[in-house]
T-cell receptor
Framework: DAGVIQSPRHEVTEMGQEVTLRCKPI?????LFWYRQTMMRGLELLIY????????DSGMPEDRFSAKMPNASFSTLKIQPSEPRDSAVYFC?????????????FGPGTRLLVL | AQSVAQPEDQVNVAEGNPLTVKCTYS??????LFWYVQYPNRGLQFLLK??????LVKGSYGFEAEFNKSQTSFHLKKPSALVSDSALYFC??????????FGPGTRLSVLP
């Protein structure tokens, strides 16, 4: 298996632009997580999906952030409009939920810089 | 609410010496505990987990962790550190019906 795939790996954009981050979870996994990592705040859970349904989006910082999971093999995290304080590394992770013993497997991350 | 603490921001150890990265947790029920490692410009990689059973858990790359219920700790250990072990280490906890909660991370530097 190729693991969790994220694209793009790096994104540089200007303030006010729309940014879309993409994630392909591990095949067969039924849960997907979006995290944000910054030096100041560490690793923060933004939202997670189970069977393509958003379960907890309490970590989504503002209405500018939105996430979708149209099918079991694809998810997007969109920021519109982007701001410099959104600069961070965004990680996607997937797991096979159901037993509580599941382990989350992380993608390589997307490094976002908003100028 | 569940929480995880990693009391040390940075741990320095000489190559060949034993290393310990500390983690304490707070949950309302029985914890499920995890350790992840993050190398520079990479995502988090799973190292090991404790669910139940033997308190000493062995994981990848020679790491192990000991679950101590009375001290609510889950310290990560390795008998002999390698320079290549230098990375950021995260402890995480999960309680029934709850999400993962990650600690703030501890940066391990192994000096040659």
């Amino acid at each position: 298996d190729a693991g969790v795939i994220q694209s793009p790996r790096h994104e540089v954009t200007e303030m006010g632009q729309e940014v879309t981050l993409r994630c392909k979870p591990i095949s067969g996994h039924n849960s997907l997580f979006w995290y944000r990592q910054t030096m100041m705040r560490g690793l923060e859970l933004l939202i997670y999906f189970n069977n393509n349904v958003p379960i907890d989006d309490s970590g989504m910082p503002e209405d500018r952030f939105s996430a979708k999971m149209p099918n079991a093999s694809f998810s997007t995290l969109k920021i519109q409009p982007s701001e410099p304080r959104d600069s961070a590394v965004y990680f996607c992770a997937s797991s096979l939920e159901g037993t509580l013993q599941e382990t989350q497997y992380f993608g390589p991350g997307t490094r976002l810089l908003v100028l | 609410a569940q929480s995880v603490a990693q009391p040390e921001d940075q741990v320095n150890v000489a190559e060949g010496n034993p290393l310990t990265v500390k983690c304490t947790y707070s949950v309302s029920g029985n914890p499920y505990l995890f350790w992840y490692v993050q190398y520079p410009n990479r995502g988090l990689q799973f190292l090991l987990k404790y669910i139940t059973g033997d308190n000493l858990v062995k994981g990848s790359y020679g790491f192990e962790a000991e679950f101590n219920k009375s001290q609510t700790s889950f310290h990560l250990k390795k008998p002999s550190a390698l320079v290549s072990d230098s990375a950021l280490y995260f402890c995480a906890v999960r309680d029934i019906g709850q999400n993962f909660v990650f600690g703030p991370g501890t940066r391990l530097s192994v000096l040659p």
